[in-house]
């Protein structure tokens, strides 16, 4: 005879909830050559991040043109990161406090920066969506989690669908730079 569960009860061995460890918030933002980022910009993002920890180069952004007809030529990627660690469940209030700050510094309705807004863990690196896809987690207020790097083996690995400048491995230094300041602040 089969013994009977009952509704509600967990088995013996599984798993319990229990609050996931505080991630690294970061943003990977995309700009004009030349715009004034620590004047325009990062006192937008601090007073919602708080304090930037981290700047990496500006690198060129051309592996696709799809942000030109509203930012012009000519862009760049540069990654930033917080000091302050949160709770990975703040991603939608991240994302939409920077779509927020993104429209403040419009000019005629059109984008002068697009802040990838996102986190880090020890195991991967998320940016926050507006947009839906195959790979993304939708997570509550019209914002998608998109998972791009993995970190295996002791470096930063693309996944299929990581975005050509993230796969390229364009970013790596900057993502250790701020892996370091994750691991420095987890101790």
Same mark, same amino acid.
């Given at each position: 005879?089969r013994a ?13 909830? /229990?609050?996931?460890?505080? !991630?690294?918030?970061?943003? =990977?933002? %995309?700009?004009?050559? #030349? ?29 696709t043109d ?24 703040g991603l939608? /209030?991240?994302?939409?406090? !920077?779509?927020?700050?993104? =429209?403040? %510094?419009?000019?005629? #309705? ?78």
């Amino acid at each position: 005879m089969r013994a009977r569960r009952r509704c509600g009860v967990a088995h013996p061995k599984a798993g319990r909830p /229990r609050e996931a460890a505080p !991630a690294k918030y970061l943003a =990977a933002i %995309l700009h004009p050559r #030349g715009f004034d980022l620590e004047g325009l910009l990062f006192p937008a993002l601090e007073e919602r991040f708080g304090r930037v920890d981290y700047r990496g180069g500006a690198h060129p952004f051309s592996m696709t043109d799809y942000y030109g007809p509203e930012m012009g030529p000519d862009l760049d990627r540069t990654i930033v990161s917080f000091e302050p660690l949160g709770a990975p469940d703040g991603l939608v /209030r991240a994302k939409l406090a !920077a779509a927020e700050i993104e =429209a403040r %510094l419009a000019v005629d #309705g059109n984008r002068r920066v697009n802040v990838d807004a996102g986190y880090m863990d020890f195991f991967k690196v998320v940016l926050a969506s507006f947009k839906e896809g195959p790979q993304k987690i939708y997570v509550g207020g019209g914002v998608y989690a998109d998972p791009v790097l993995m970190f295996h083996e002791g470096r930063f690995k693309p996944f299929e669908w990581s975005f050509p400048d993230f796969k390229a491995g364009i970013y790596t230094e900057d993502l250790q730079a701020v892996r370091a300041l994750y691991r420095q602040a987890r101790r």
